[in-house]
T-cell receptor, first 114, second 110 residues
Framework: NAGVTQTPKFQVLKTGQSMTLQCAQDMNHNSMYWYRQDPGMGLRLIYY???????DKGEVPNGYNVSRLNKREFSLRLESAAPSQTSVYFCASSHPGQGANEQFFGPGTRLTVL | RKEVEQDPGPFNVPEGATVAFNCTYS??????FFWYRQDCRKEPKLLMS???SGNEDGRFTAQLNRASQYISLLIRDSKLSDSATYLCVILGGSDYKLSFGAGTTVTVRA
């Protein structure tokens, strides 16, 4: 089992460029999440998908869009990147109701916007 | 006020020492509590859940104080491999959304 995978691992963009961060999980989890992590701050939820076919905004959704392509895949799109979006992005998945709602994280994407 | 607050540290301790730190939360309706561990430039991973009666997992002890709205983590007999950032994570009223603290950094020295 690969768990949660993310691509790319690193990315440098210029202001105004667009890109899509990819995430996939092979644990048959219903729920998937996108977070960003900035220095001195906790992980902040950007968007989440409770189940295939649904997506909802989290704490910091502005400037982002998401697509739950199928049960395995959940992508995050930056339509017009801004320097404030420089961050580490983590995708996570979980199966609500099981155990302690443990979330499993991907290795992260380090994004720099110049 | 932040939903989840932690002392960022760092806590620098020698091998074999005991280190403890707290996390406070603002939502009195919070349902579930966790400690996650994050190594440098890596993803967070669940360390342990925190139960109302307190719980241990080897050298790690977690406590919950609902009246004062904080949880704690104690590490006994610290190992070099315990060096990491420990994230306090709270599940609020929703089934799906977790709130993360910024983390407490622990460095164990030889």
């Amino acid at each position: 089992n690969a768990g949660v995978t993310q691509t790319p691992k690193f990315q440098v963009l210029k202001t105004g460029q667009s890109m899509t961060l990819q995430c996939a999980q092979d644990m048959n989890h219903n729920s998937m999440y996108w977070y960003r992590q900035d220095p001195g701050m906790g992980l902040r939820l950007i968007y989440y998908s409770a189940s295939e076919g649904t997506t909802d905004k989290g704490e910091v959704p502005n400037g982002y869009n998401v697509s739950r392509l199928n049960k395995r895949e959940f992508s995050l799109r930056l339509e017009s990147a801004a320097p404030s979006q420089t961050s580490v992005y983590f995708c996570a998945s979980s199966h609500p109701g099981q155990g302690a709602n443990e979330q499993f994280f991907g290795p992260g994407t380090r994004l720099t916007v110049l | 006020r932040k939903e989840v607050e932690q002392d960022p540290g760092p806590f620098n301790v020698p091998e074999g020492a005991t280190v403890a730190f707290n996390c406070t939360y603002s939502n009195s309706a919070s349902q579930s509590f966790f400690w996650y561990r994050q190594d440098c430039r890596k993803e967070p991973k669940l360390l342990m859940s925190v139960y109302s009666s307190g719980n241990e997992d080897g050298r790690f002890t977690a406590q919950l104080n609902r009246a004062s709205q904080y949880i704690s983590l104690l590490i006994r007999d610290s190992k070099l491999s315990d060096s990491a950032t420990y994230l306090c994570v709270i599940l609020g009223g929703s089934d799906y959304k977790l709130s993360f603290g910024a983390g407490t950094t622990v460095t164990v020295r030889a």
